[in-house]
């Protein structure tokens, strides 16, 4: 019995520190877990005219998230492409697209990597949250082991989240980012929340 009992101690103390975060890294705001909050800050790698951030609504006032400030002379009214990236669901309004106009030529970014191409050169933490999210990660504004960043020179060093949705279960995972490149890494630090509790989403297991 008492190597059982010491045996969980050890386990549990193992649990403990792999989901400790450095204290150097910083929460992550509440606002920068709401990824239409994120576009305002995107640098582009090209120079464009005009660019903006739309959804697939229908009604074209309800689906634009976000435009770059556009001169008075120009004005770019396309249709919605058949797919975007931050698929959702299957209905419309369930997936975003950014169109840029350069040389007064209208240019489609309408999937992850091409978000990703769009962004370039990772300038901020909020372009680092959205190249994260093109793979998946989340960020989990309750908790520092799923919202936690720290800038460097050459990377951007966060803690996010992936969740499973039946049982609703959150991992924390170590992300670097390339500021350069775009280029990501990450390996998991452990799960740090886990409930009985199934929700319904387009990525349920």
């Not at 689906?63 to 004005?75: D, K, N, R, W």
């Not at 372009?127 to 990660?137: C, K, M, P, R, V």
């Not at 799923?146 to 991992?171: A, F, Q, R, W």
Request: proline share 5%; hydrophobic share 35%.
């Amino acid at each position: 019995m008492k190597i059982v009992f010491a045996a969980f101690i050890l386990f549990s103390g193992m649990l403990s520190s792999q989901h400790t975060i450095p204290d150097d890294y910083r929460k992550i705001p509440e606002i920068l877990d709401k990824v239409e909050y994120l576009y305002p800050f995107i640098q582009p790698d090209q120079q464009y005219e005009y660019w903006k951030v739309l959804s697939n609504e229908e009604d074209q006032e309800k689906a634009i998230i976000y435009e770059s400030q556009m001169p008075e002379s120009m004005t770019i009214n396309e249709p919605a492409p058949a797919k975007g990236f931050f698929q959702k669901c299957f209905s419309n309004g369930c997936f975003s697209y950014i169109i840029a106009c350069k040389d007064n030529r209208p240019e489609y970014f309408t999937t992850e990597k091409k978000l990703r191409d769009f962004i370039g050169v990772v300038d901020n933490i909020p372009e680092a949250i959205l190249i994260a999210q093109t793979y998946g990660f989340l960020v989990d504004s309750k908790d520092k082991s799923g919202g936690s960043y720290k800038i460097e020179n050459d990377h951007i060093l966060m803690y996010l989240s992936k969740v499973k949705y039946c049982p609703e279960t959150k991992e924390s995972f170590w992300v670097k980012i390339d500021r350069k490149t775009g280029k990501l890494e990450s390996r998991s630090n452990g799960i740090y929340y886990k409930s009985d509790n199934c929700i319904h989403s387009l990525n349920s297991n």
